[in-house]
């Protein structure tokens, strides 16, 4: 009778194991923070990434930018979209914040509006960024998504210094 119980307790082991040990069989959303050297200011991005990225090491997904991320439904509905592609790849969600910083006269049209030519006051703000926030784009958040590994829980603990 104990080698029946024991055979069915490593049964039992054996079978439940492997479901137990599997990486990530959902999407996961994180939330980082990035410490931009352009932008001098700490900006959260939202990263999703799709079933099975834990398990597939060698598979390389494509990214898609998203912004005003700080709006969450628009985020959430880019990644949402992946389940309803005909394509068998999903891809890594990025979703870029443009937070306002009310007490330094910064709004998420700073990040947009370039700094104009001709015209010596702006309406809708005084501090127009653009061109320092496509470099934080390309110089900053790409090659942070690039070098994401795939656990991205190890992000977490490597954010920009």
Request: hydrophobic share 35%.
């Given at each position: ?65 998203v912004f005003d991320a700080q709006n969450r439904e628009m ?25 306002p910083y009310p007490e330094q006269d910064y709004y998420r ?53």
């Amino acid at each position: 009778m104990k080698d029946l119980c024991k055979v069915v307790l490593l049964t039992c082991l054996l079978t439940l194991l492997p479901s137990v040990t599997k990486a990530q069989e959902i999407p996961r959303v994180q939330i980082l923070e990035i410490k931009s050297k352009v932008l001098k200011q700490d900006r959260p991005i939202i990263v999703y990434t799709p079933r099975f990225y834990d398990e597939r090491e060698l598979v390389s997904y494509d990214v898609i930018y998203v912004f005003d991320a700080q709006n969450r439904e628009m985020f959430d509905m880019v990644h949402a979209a992946m389940g309803f592609t005909d394509k068998p790849r999903s891809c890594i969600v990025v979703g870029i914040c443009s937070p306002p910083y009310p007490e330094q006269d910064y709004y998420r049209n700073s990040d947009y509006l370039p700094k104009p030519i001709n015209v010596e006051e702006l309406t809708l703000t005084k501090k127009p960024n653009a061109e320092n926030f496509r470099k934080y784009v390309t110089d900053e958040v790409m090659p942070f998504v690039d070098k994401v590994p795939h656990d991205i829980r190890k992000i977490c603990d490597r954010a920009f210094a």
